[in-house]
């Protein structure tokens, strides 16, 4: 019976990452599929050898060792190729792996502005004050707040574009260890996918009534939030 109940309500949040993965595709927004939290229960190869383990429980779909970030990684390392807003496309990946969490491939139609959720919630508070409309924001794992912009695209001077996984960085944030800016080369979790914690990504701000703003605009709030609160 419990057992019942918990295969039912997985395949619920399956169901709800699928529609969620079109959704994005029929807004423009590339997306493929993205690593998952196992079932509870299910042990990695590693535990099944010995017992001297521990008997740990994965805690990601890819069985890694240490995985750095369950369930918040693509699935495939071609994910660059695998984004798509193809409707086919997406419907036959989550039909071929129905408990996969949604990424969104950043730096084509939008970039991401990556802080702690307390800056987020504190930004967006200052910016309503200002009259600066910020667009959707998403709370993700490692209670993190993404603010959705406008790409910046691949301008064709290195030095106008940055990601997150390069080591230089623009000048404004150069001393904000906790602000990244997602674009080319990068993603991001995508609400509602679900993590080994029992969290589950989240829209503050849903992308349907909100207009992508410019990046520099919110990255000068956000930059000044996480300087004051020492993030």
Do not use: K
């Not at 369930?71 to 496309?89: F, M, V």
């Not at 997406?90 to 491939?105: G, K, R």
């Not at 709370?139 to 064709?156: D, E, H």
């Not at 990255?219 to 000044?224: G, K, M, R, Y």
């Amino acid at each position: 019976m419990v057992q019942s109940v918990l295969f039912s309500r997985r395949r619920r949040a399956g169901e709800r990452t699928a529609l969620a993965a079109q959704r994005y595709a029929a807004l423009g927004w590339p997306v493929c599929p993205g690593a998952y939290p196992p079932p509870r229960g299910q042990r990695s190869a590693g535990a099944q050898r010995g017992v001297q383990r521990g008997g740990m429980q994965r805690a990601c779909s890819c069985d890694r060792v240490g995985c750095p970030a369950p369930g918040a990684h693509p699935l495939s390392p071609t994910w660059q190729r695998q984004a798509t807003t193809d409707p086919a496309e997406v419907t036959a990946a989550w039909q071929a792996t129905p408990e996969a969490n949604v990424i969104l491939v950043t730096g084509r139609v939008f970039d991401v502005l990556d802080v702690p959720a307390p800056v987020g919630t504190a930004a967006l508070a200052r910016m309503e004050a200002a009259g600066i409309r910020p667009g959707p924001v998403a709370i993700s794992p490692g209670n993190r707040a993404l603010f959705f912009v406008a790409t910046r695209g691949a301008p064709a001077d290195e030095d106008e574009w940055w990601s997150c996984h390069l080591d230089s960085e623009p000048e404004i944030l150069a001393d904000v260890a906790g602000l990244a800016w997602h674009c080319r080369d990068s993603y991001v979790v995508a609400p509602p996918s679900r993590f080994d914690d029992g969290q589950t990504a989240r829209w503050v701000r849903d992308p349907a009534a909100s207009p992508l703003p410019d990046g520099v605009r919110l990255l000068e709030v956000l930059a000044d939030v996480c300087e004051e609160l020492g993030l």
